[in-house]
């Protein structure tokens, strides 16, 4: 792969990605628009952006494969809206603009049961977020929905780190499906997949992460 695109590289996941991307021979060049700038590192390039106002003609965009791990909380964001915005409008225009100037592969980090007719707003937006990414036509679509993120964060969120907790000390008795999954497990799954490029939509579910 000569390069990946990766949104989201600030956060736990999405930091996890680059470690890998950086480090893996496979990558040659790792692209990864942040708002804030990143360390300098060899093989990395930065655009700095805006999401509501994004460079869609840079060069940048053709690339390889594309990762996409922009999401937060709705506690974070503020309101649903915000929280929306964040996890469906900015990750669906990504792919959209990355399909747009040929980038053949994506990978999208989703939620442990996303869906478009789900109850509860976070997992229906998560859902909706798949099918839109999914239907943008990318020869190769990878969803990955993990539990529990397991891992340091950056910023502070006290409730998902004492759930994190409980659940890694029961995970004897907790079906694989709904343990804490490792954000570097899930950051591997990514990069495979968008590197590997294998045609069709595919998802991986919690318990393939393990």
């Excluded at 840079?58 to 506690?75: F, K, N, S």
């Excluded at 993990?146 to 409730?159: K, N, V």
């Excluded at 780190?161 to 490792?182: C, D, E, F, H, Q």
Aim: hydrophobic fraction near 45%; include cysteine.
């Amino acid at each position: 792969m000569k390069t990946l695109l990766l949104f989201g590289a600030t956060g736990l996941v999405g930091q996890a990605v680059l470690r890998q991307a950086l480090a893996d021979t496979r990558v040659g060049r790792v692209v990864a628009p942040t708002r804030r700038p990143l360390p300098p590192q060899a093989k990395l390039e930065n655009p700095l952006i805006d999401f509501k106002a994004l460079p869609e003609e840079a060069p940048w965009w053709r690339a390889d494969g594309a990762i996409c791990t922009l999401g937060t909380t709705i506690r974070r964001a503020g309101s649903q809206a915000a929280f929306r915005e964040v996890d469906f409008t900015y990750p669906l225009t990504v792919a959209r603009v990355a399909h747009r100037h040929g980038t053949p592969a994506f990978a999208l980090t989703s939620s442990l049961g996303a869906d478009a007719h789900a109850r509860t707003f976070y997992l229906r937006t998560k859902g909706e977020t798949e099918k839109a990414v999914a239907d943008t036509g990318f020869a190769s679509c990878t969803i990955v929905r993990p539990s529990i993120l397991g891992g340091d964060r950056s910023e502070s969120r006290p409730m998902e780190a004492i759930s994190t907790g409980v659940m890694s000390a029961l995970a004897w008795m907790i079906p694989r499906r709904y343990r804490v999954v490792p954000a570097e497990n899930v950051a591997t799954a990514l990069l495979n997949a968008a590197i590997n490029a294998t045609r069709g939509r595919h998802v991986l579910e919690s318990e393939d992460l393990q």
